[in-house]
């Protein structure tokens, strides 16, 4: 973590100068330390729920609190499994939880090599995750649309057409 900061902490010292060769060198080091930033990001650590906070979680969202569910998505759909890691780690930071938001745009993030966009919503007890490929000429997930109520998740496949399959469903 103390590297992450430290290039962060760099890139703002060079950015301070304005002479041509500085800002070269300054967009060298920022595409050079993009996976590295990316790899910080990825080992951030998630909040632990407890007490009152960890209560209405499993009553507005019990599969936030669920290892269960995040395990069996992620063995039918590594983007889906991937997704819900993210929700978990920053609901908090989300509008989601209120009673005003049910859709927001959701975290853009990369599964099976491929950059995914996505959008996450409620409508009562029952949520709904949908990705798809950032770039048009990106590869489609099998699985681009997840439901998940207090007890049970279905992963879809819905076509550009509007058809929608069932590929896996499950108990949590």
């Not at 780690?89 to 927001?104: A, R």
């Not at 819905?158 to 929608?164: E, F, H, I, V």
Request: hydrophobic share 45%.
């Amino acid at each position: 973590m103390r590297f992450c900061a430290s290039l962060h902490a760099v890139a703002v010292v060079i950015s301070l100068y304005h002479s041509e060769e500085l800002l070269k060198f300054l967009i060298l080091l920022v595409f050079l330390s993009v996976p590295f930033l990316l790899l910080c990001a990825q080992r951030e650590e998630c909040p632990q729920f407890s007490g009152a906070v960890k209560e209405r979680m499993e009553k507005e969202a019990r599969w936030l609190v669920s290892d269960s569910l995040q395990e069996q998505v992620a063995s039918r759909s590594s983007a889906f499994g991937r997704l819900i890691a993210i929700e978990r780690c920053h609901i908090l930071q989300s509008n989601l939880l209120s009673e005003q938001v049910t859709e927001e745009q959701g975290p853009f993030f990369v599964a099976d090599h491929v950059p995914l966009k996505s959008r996450v919503g409620r409508y009562e007890g029952t949520w709904m995750m949908v990705v798809a490929p950032t770039e048009a000429t990106g590869r489609m997930p099998d699985a681009n649309v997840l439901e998940i109520t207090d007890h049970k998740w279905t992963l879809l496949h819905r076509d550009k057409a509007g058809s929608t399959r069932i590929l896996a469903a499950g108990a949590y």
